[in-house]
C-alpha cells in the first residue's frame, strides 16, 4: 500500500486494482491498515496514512491532516472514535 499525492487533503480513495470484491476488501486488513465496509467502501487507519506520508509531511501538514479527519468525522466518513478514515474505491481497469 503507498499513499500518493500526501499533500492533497481535499480528496480521499482507495485505488485498487484486485478484480474480485472478497479480494479488495480483505487489502486493508491483511496489511494492517484498515477494514473493509458493507456499502463497498473501505475504511484506512488514520495512524497508517500518517506513517505512509512521514518521509515528507512538515507540522503544517499534520494540523491540516488533523483538520480533514475531524472534518471527515464530522461528516460521518471516520468511524466512531476517528481512528480510520473512510475511502471510497476507485478500481483500475484490470489486476489480479
Avoid: I
Wanted: aromatic residues 6%.
Amino acid at each position: 500500500m503507498a499513499l500518493v499525492q500526501a499533500e492533497e487533503l481535499t480528496r480521499f480513495h482507495v485505488t485498487s486494482g484486485f478484480a474480485r470484491r472478497a479480494d479488495l476488501l480483505a487489502a486493508p486488513r491483511t496489511a494492517g491498515m484498515g477494514q473493509d465496509d458493507p456499502d463497498d467502501d473501505v475504511f484506512v487507519s488514520v495512524h497508517a496514512l500518517r506513517s505512509l506520508a512521514a518521509s515528507g509531511p512538515d507540522l503544517d501538514w499534520a494540523v491540516r491532516f488533523d483538520d480533514m479527519v475531524a472534518r471527515a468525522g464530522v461528516a460521518g466518513w471516520t468511524d466512531r472514535d476517528r481512528t480510520q478514515v473512510r475511502a471510497h474505491v476507485v478500481r483500475e481497469a484490470s489486476g489480479p
